[in-house]
């Protein structure tokens, strides 16, 4: 009936999903909060894991209240609490990308009970929106370690943009542990790697012996050889800066070739966008010692966030 939408188990279950979503962002801001501290740390060699936060001009612990994602910065007015020096606005810009990228993707994947994946997937339930009692009460645990991996996806990618912004350098290690890692996920947990390396009618011929595992596995190394070749391409014909290639390497050692392709094209796209708005404020993107009209990492943690919210429509638009 009409009227059902109105009444209070309606509400009731309409403030459950409104709670899970606000859920889902606020833990996105916190690993922004998370990747400042990465993003900080990182360059001068210091642990990111030991040692609290600490103002960088007179040193002094950051207190808990005002470490909060975004709201802890608003509370003191962007300022120090104790030497009342200001605190640079992109502290709480990264945190709300964060919640809002990385929340955006978690709550969809997980609420919608894997209905993003692509056609064909082991993991997806059948139904556009699970809703908050079939995540308590029904959890996916497939579901929720692929979600796991693609947040994780994601945060590095927004580490990267970071260092990338401040023209550091990425480090090797960072980026060879995830050329291993990756296609050894797929081939131990197949189910991880939704995507297919080639389409269905080779594999049932010349490639037909290959087990699940195997097949994941050649997926996850296939993208990560097509992102990183693509990235040193467009890197060689100076569209790009150096971690282009590591970012486009990661997605595809997450989705397959094919999302490499699709968020390089969404990739340039915003990055002709972003070109064209510097320019009509008077270049003021060449500030930040990132040249406007390459394709970075900002762009591709965007057009990643993109991919996976539509991947399943992206997926048969490319015949998967």
Same mark, same amino acid.
């Given at each position: 009936m009409p009227w059902e939408a109105f009444t209070v188990e309606s509400f009731g279950q309409s403030l459950a999903e409104v709670a899970a979503v606000v859920f889902f962002f606020v833990v996105g801001g916190n690993i922004g909060s998370f990747l400042n501290v990465v993003a900080h740390r990182v360059p001068l060699g210091m642990s990111v894991v030991f040692g609290g936060s600490r103002c960088p001009?007179?040193?002094?612990?950051?207190?808990?209240?005002?470490? %909060?994602?975004?709201?802890?910065?608003?509370?003191?007015?962007? !300022?120090?609490? *104790?030497? @009342?020096?200001?605190? #640079?606005?992109?502290?709480?810009?990264?945190?709300a990308v964060a919640a809002v990228l990385i929340g955006s993707v978690a709550a969809?994947?997980?609420?919608?009970?894997?209905?993003?994946?692509? %056609?064909?997937?082991?993991?997806?339930q059948g139904r556009?929106? !699970?809703?908050? *009692?079939? @995540?308590?009460?029904? #959890?996916?645990?497939r579901l929720l370690a692929i979600c796991l991996l693609h947040v994780t996806g994601l945060a590095?990618?927004?580490?990267?943009a970071l260092l990338e912004y401040?023209?550091?350098? %990425?480090?090797?290690?960072?980026?060879?542990?995830?050329?291993?890692t990756l296609p050894v996920l797929s081939l131990l947990w197949p189910w991880l790697q939704p995507a297919v390396a080639v389409?269905?009618?080779?594999?049932?011929?010349?490639?037909?012996?290959?087990?699940?595992?195997?097949?994941?596995?050649?997926?996850? %190394?296939?993208?990560?050889l097509a992102g990183w070749l693509l990235g040193t391409l467009l890197r060689a014909a100076g569209y790009a800066g150096p971690f282009l290639a590591g970012g486009l390497a990661l997605v595809g050692g997450l989705c397959g070739w094919q999302a490499v392709m699709t968020v390089s094209l969404i990739g340039l796209f915003l990055s002709c966008c972003r070109c064209g708005g510097?320019?009509?404020?008077?270049?003021?993107?060449?500030?930040?010692?990132?040249?406007?009209?390459r394709l970075t990492m900002v762009?591709?943690?965007?057009a990643f966030s993109l991919q996976l919210l539509g991947w399943r429509w992206l997926a048969a638009g490319t015949g998967k």
């Open positions: 001009a007179c040193g002094q612990a950051i207190r808990p209240r005002d470490n %909060l994602p975004v709201l802890g910065w608003l509370l003191l007015r962007g !300022r120090c609490r *104790d030497c @009342l020096v200001p605190i #640079p606005v992109r502290y709480p810009f990264v945190e969809v994947e997980i609420l919608s009970g894997g209905y993003t994946l692509p %056609l064909g997937n082991e993991v997806a556009w929106w !699970r809703g908050v *009692d079939e @995540l308590l009460f029904h #959890p996916n645990g590095t990618l927004l580490a990267w401040d023209q550091q350098r %990425l480090p090797r290690r960072w980026s060879v542990l995830v050329g291993l389409p269905p009618v080779v594999l049932e011929g010349a490639l037909g012996s290959l087990s699940p595992g195997q097949a994941a596995g050649l997926t996850s %190394l296939l993208g990560l510097a320019s009509i404020c008077r270049r003021t993107a060449g500030r930040t010692g990132i040249h406007a009209r762009d591709v943690l965007v």
